[in-house]
């Protein structure tokens, strides 16, 4: 399967991405990641106002055959969870990089953590793509 992966977005090695507008966070899981997953079956994400670090576990995401773990790049507050993805996870594969592919936003408390993370173009070389 090819992937693109917009040049809007910036990569951890563990697969989520952040799409930045101003100080929120828009986190997702990369299409490569749900892909390897396979048909998702169940999505568990935090509460809303939950505070998060960076490298902290923020929820999971099931497939039919294993289960992987989502782990935020950013540190922050929880402002929105997209629960559509809840209550349908398996529609997180139509377009998980679209305008509506993320699964969180995280107001931001330390922005300067973006830096750490991967261009679209780091990420496709990690990935061997």
């Not at 998060?52 to 995401?61: A, D």
């Not at 950013?74 to 305008?99: M, S």
Request: hydrophobic share 45%.
């Amino acid at each position: 399967m090819a992937f693109t992966f917009p040049d809007d977005l910036v990569f951890q090695d563990s697969h989520e991405y952040v799409r930045v507008d101003g100080d929120v966070a828009l986190v997702g899981l990369s299409a490569y990641a749900i892909d390897e997953l396979g048909d998702l079956v169940f999505l568990e994400l935090p509460e809303v106002d939950s505070e998060i670090e960076k490298g902290e576990n923020f929820g999971s995401l099931e497939s039919v055959k294993a289960v992987g773990e989502l782990y935020s790049p950013v540190t922050g507050v929880v402002i929105e969870c997209n629960d559509a993805y809840v209550d349908a996870p398996e529609n997180l594969a139509a377009d998980p990089h679209g305008e509506n592919g993320w699964l969180i936003k995280v107001r931001m408390s330390n922005p300067e953590e973006l830096e750490a993370l991967m261009s679209a173009g780091a990420y496709r070389e990690l990935l061997g793509l």
